[in-house]
């Protein structure tokens, strides 16, 4: 009798798959954004790095139960917002774009998800790892969201990415892009106050785009698909949201917007993550899609 030679491991992600990345060397520790609040932080690391433990947790449970699969891999000690692996790479058609970071602060993220993703290559679910043209900055899935009923991407630029980057994706990856400059620092990526949701919905949050940025999403969007996010909505990270077929996973709402989303027959998973919002981040850019196909 022989015994069976193990499977080889698969080649394809076999799910919706999301990177995230262990919160142990998480903190807020210097200010890059708004929204980032070192002083709170220090008054509790203890108790904000628990909160953050289980947070994490309750996201990664969340995105299973929505159907993902989730792939963890290790933070390194002094980089912080690594935690937000959106912001480290864009990943379609089983290429990744490396990202290359603004704020020296996060510029040694940059080695450490090429790592990652150099592990996917080897795995065989990657094929290879691209790098950006010198000089130019672009802060990854953060700055770059897939629309799969209109097959294109919609890309952030201004505060982190070049004004560039975006032509070089639609080059790099052959796809059509919207560019959408992002008018306030608040609002400083596209996935901030940009969302696309699987039946093509967009949920946006018009006040940090341009008057050229919001005569965009108004002329690819029609308007009965177009959900408004109020001021509270952009406030808490709620259209930071990560959405797979009828679920929509985000940071905690208000009872508004999930009475909206109902209507329009998705089903909200909250998670509270507070730990991360005073880091100015929310469910989205807490993950990495890896298995997105263009065509
Ligand atoms: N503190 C991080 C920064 O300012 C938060 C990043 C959140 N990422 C995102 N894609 N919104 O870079």
Same mark, same amino acid.
């Given at each position: 009798m022989t015994t069976a030679i193990p499977a080889s491991?698969?080649?394809?992600? $076999?799910?919706p798959t999301f990177l995230l990345v262990e919160?142990?060397?998480?903190?807020?520790?210097?200010?890059?954004?708004?929204?980032?609040?070192p002083g709170v932080w220090a008054e509790d690391p203890d108790g904000h790095r628990r909160e953050a433990q289980s947070a994490f947790a309750s996201l990664g449970e969340a995105l299973r139960a929505a159907g993902a699969q989730v792939e963890i891999v290790d933070g390194v000690a002094? $980089?912080?917002?690594?935690?937000?692996?959106?912001?480290g790479g864009i990943v379609l058609d089983r290429r990744a774009l490396l990202a290359r970071f603004r704020h020296p602060q996060r510029q040694g993220e940059a080695p450490a998800f090429r790592a990652a993703f150099e592990g996917f290559v080897a795995r065989g679910l990657i094929d290879e790892v691209i790098t950006l043209p010198a000089g130019m900055t672009q802060e990854g899935a953060g700055d770059c969201i897939w629309d799969r009923t209109r097959k294109l991407a919609w890309t952030g630029y201004g505060p982190r990415s070049s004004p560039g980057a975006p032509a070089f994706i639609a080059e790099t990856f052959d796809i059509e892009v919207r560019r959408l400059e992002l008018a306030t620092d608040r609002f400083y990526h596209l996935d901030t106050c940009f969302c696309v949701l699987p039946g093509g919905e967009v949920l946006y949050?018009?006040?940090?785009?341009?008057r050229e940025g919001n005569a965009l999403i108004r002329d690819t969007v029609s308007a009965d698909l177009l959900i408004e996010a109020s001021d509270d909505d952009a406030a808490r990270f709620c259209v930071n949201a990560v959405a797979l077929d009828r679920s929509v996973v985000m940071a905690t709402p208000a009872e508004r917007l999930v009475g909206v989303l109902r209507e329009r027959g998705y089903t909200v998973s909250p998670v509270a993550l507070d730990p991360f919002i005073l880091s100015g981040g929310g469910a989205y850019c807490m993950t990495l899609r890896l298995d997105l196909r263009t065509r």
């Open positions: 491991r698969p080649a394809t992600f $076999l799910a919160p142990s060397h998480y903190d807020v520790s210097y200010t890059i954004n708004p929204w980032m609040q002094g $980089l912080p917002d690594m935690v937000f692996p959106a912001n949050y018009p006040r940090a785009f341009s």
